[in-house]
Structures are given as C-alpha cells and as structure tokens.
C-alpha cells in the first residue's frame, strides 16, 4: 500500500524530528507498505514589522524590554553565524533515509493537486493547531486517513469555533491514535470517542534498528556526560553540569540548539553521530522528549530537566511518557545527587514489548481494514 505522511521533517538542528519520520517510515517498510513523506510548506506567516508608533514616554516605561529583545535577537544572530559554519547533513540523511514526495507543495496545490496514495497518515510530532492541511482536509474523499502520535502542540486554548473545526475535520478518520493523553481526552470530549493513547513512532523500532545506522562502539575516548538542551527555559546551571562531570572524571560534550547561547564550547553532530553520542554517553543531561527516548532506547542513564515559565505545559508529554514507565523521578533539576543513582531499565523495556506491540498492530489493522 502507499501511504503519504503528513509532519514536520524540515529542520536543521531538531533530531527528533527527523528520526520520528524516519521510524514511522522505516516501521511501515518493515510491514510491506510503501510511505513516503509529503513535502510540505505550511502557511504560517511571520507577524509583519512595523505598527503603531510608540510615544517616547511607553517607550522609556519598556526600555527594559526592548533592551532584553535587542539582546536575545544578537544572540540569536550569533548563533544561526555559528550554525552556518556547521553541516549535521540533515539533508544528506533524509536524502538516505526518508523517501519523500518530488513535489514541495503549499496550501493550494495540495488542496487542488494532492498527492496520490492509497492511504494518507498525519503524524507524529506537535502539528495539530493551525494548518488544516495537518488535519488531512486535503485527501480525496473516499480515501483512508490515519493520525498517529500528533500532538495538539500548537493550540493552548479551544474557542468553540476552532472545536467544530477540529470536529469536522477529523469525522471521517478511520483512527486517531495520540501521543499524548490530553490528546485523547481532547478529542474524546469533540466526538471522537474511539481515540486511543499511542507510541511515538521513534519507539516502533528496535534498539538494534537504529544500531545497523551506526558505526560499531568503540571503547577508546574519555567518558562523557551528553548535554542536549532545547531552547526552553529551565532551572539547569551549565556551570553545574561542568563541575559534576569534572568531580566523576568525565568530559562534557554539549550540542548546539536554538535558544542555548551561553559561550560554553559545543558541538553540532550529524543525525547518526547524535544517536551515537547517545548510545555511548555515561550520562545524558536533556530537556527534549527525544533526547530521553533515544537515552532509554540505549540503556543510557539520563536526567530530564524539567521546562519552567510559559513553557511548562510543554512537560506534558515528557511527564505522560515516564509516568507510563516509573520513571518520573528522572525529571529533576538535581543533577549532582541523581546523576550517582543507578538506573533500572526493566519498566522501559516492558512498555517498548507490550505497548509497542499494541500501537503496531492497531496501526497495521488501521491500515488493512476496508
């Protein structure tokens, strides 16, 4: 069977991203079906510069502001002068790895010269709250839609017009699998009943599928502790993470991101190196979903640092997914005292056999049924 999917697979720098297309992929060939990414361009626009003119006296009372975004915009600049210097071969990788639609399509052409598949999967990652296209509005009648493990990572509020939207939209799906179980009830309370909590796709493959994507483990090289940290705000002192690993007689590698700006030396690995630094860390040090998947996936031991401010609610998933395995007191912003606890994977691989199996084969039988 062809199948589209419809995600997000268009980053530089987000790991995560890109490997939960490829697992979905990967996971679909594995069963006979012939995927492909559909290449997308959505119609999120930039907010126009400009606007009303501001009196000397408001701008003297946001001074501070205004100050503080001066800076943060340098730093930014600064960093993107720094990523340019830096191929991760993201292309060269999905190039490899993720077959993908010839066509790039935007909003009118996907409406009115969709791409042809038997059947068409939106998912993973956060892409429900904006773009109806993610909502599969696009697919010809009569054919099958699919969601697996999307989030509603857009929206924070659900206005009773965007309800009935999102109603109507997901009517004729044949099955809605979240990621999430805020997911689930969301959908639940719009009429979907049927919803059900699924994986993320990175967790339908096997620690030994990601492995044939690798060189073998080498033994040589001082050990590390791994620093992956997203853009959102946390509690974590770098400094904190260099004193603990020199105590321990550990190096430190540190991964560039959006939003990590501080001068402390960093690397920008390519997507198969990532899952190596991963896979051979004594210790991962993250706030990203992914960064904690892919460390358990490996049997590495990880501390997940938890987001702070606006972007709690951004937790969410971390929290669902180590509730589902007990490992919740791995999310601490203690790093010295929880970085000297052992760690017992046995819950994780219990939850990858069991639930993995499930979320495969209601997927498959999503797929199979006329």
């Known amino acids: 069977m062809r199948i589209g999917i419809l995600t997000f697979c268009n980053s530089r720098d987000n790991y995560g991203q890109v490997l939960q297309c490829f ?140 309800r009935e939207e999102v109603r109507t939209c997901l009517e004729d799906f044949a099955f809605i699998g979240m990621r999430e179980e805020s997911g689930v009830q969301t959908c639940r309370d719009i009429g979907r009943s049927d919803a059900i909590k699924v994986c993320d796709p990175t967790l339908l493959l096997s620690k030994e599928d990601y492995y044939r994507l690798l060189p073998p483990k080498s033994n040589s090289g001082k050990p590390y502790v791994l620093l992956y940290l997203l853009g959102a705000p946390t509690n974590i002192n770098v400094k904190d993470v260099y004193k603990m690993a020199e105590q321990r007689g550990f190096e430190v590698k540190y991964i560039a991101s959006q939003g990590q700006y501080d001068s402390f030396p960093k690397i920008y690995p390519s997507i198969t190196d990532w899952l190596r630094l991963i896979r051979d860390a004594e210790l991962v040090i993250t706030n990203s979903f992914h960064g904690t998947v892919f460390s358990l996936i490996n049997t590495t031991p990880f501390i997940t640092v938890p987001l702070i401010h606006s972007y709690k609610r951004m937790n969410t998933r971390i929290t669902d997914f180590l509730t589902d395995i007990g490992l919740t007191n791995r999310i601490s912003e203690k790093i010295v005292a929880l970085s000297q606890e052992e760690m017992n994977f046995t819950t994780f691989h219990t939850y990858q056999q069991k639930f993995g199996t499930f979320c495969k084969e209601r997927l498959l039988k999503a797929l199979d049924n006329n």
């Open 23 to 162: 697992a979905l992929q990967e996971f679909l060939r594995k069963a006979g079906h012939e995927p492909f990414l559909i290449r997308y361009r959505d119609n999120r626009t930039s907010r126009a510069a400009g606007g009303e003119r501001k009196s000397v006296l408001r701008y003297l009372k946001h001074f501070g502001t205004y100050y503080h975004l001066f800076q943060q915009r340098r730093k930014e600049a600064a960093y993107y002068r720094e990523e340019a210097k830096h191929d991760r071969n993201f292309r060269s990788f999905i190039e490899e790895h993720i077959a993908a639609s010839p066509v790039i399509y935007d909003r009118w052409t996907i409406t009115e010269q969709p791409p042809e598949a038997d059947a068409y999967i939106c998912g993973s990652d956060q892409i429900w709250g904006g773009d109806a296209a993610y909502y599969l509005d696009f697919v010809p009648k009569g054919k099958k839609k699919i969601a697996y493990a999307p989030s509603f990572g857009g929206v924070s509020n659900f206005t009773p017009t965007y």
